[in-house]
């Protein structure tokens, strides 16, 4: 049985390379994380400009922590139960 050579290797979730140390692992976590922040930011900044011009046209607003009013992004952060919930 051959077995290949391969410079690195992607198991279990974790990057794996042929010196055994933990660069490349770390390099793709850094690169997953700077794509979800940037796509957080974007969102940010998506929400905001969407509650400011409801506000002005309007006069709607969206409840406080929410990206975009009446649309529950689940990263409000407050937990717990709300009053609706019962």
């Known amino acids: 049985m051959d077995i290949d050579t391969v410079k690195s290797y992607k198991y279990l979730g974790v990057h794996l390379n042929d010196s055994l140390d933990w660069s ?4 793709a976590l850094v690169k997953k994380g700077n794509s979800r922040l940037f796509l ?9 400009q969407h509650h400011g011009q409801g506000q002005e046209e309007n006069g709607q607003t969206g409840e406080e922590g929410q ?14 139960k709300r009053e609706d919930d019962g």
Do not use: A
């Open 24 to 27: 490349d692992n770390t390099n």
């Open 40 to 48: 957080l930011r974007r969102l940010s900044l998506l929400g905001q």
């Open 67 to 80: 990206l975009c009013p009446g649309m529950p992004s689940g990263l409000s952060g407050g937990g717990g």
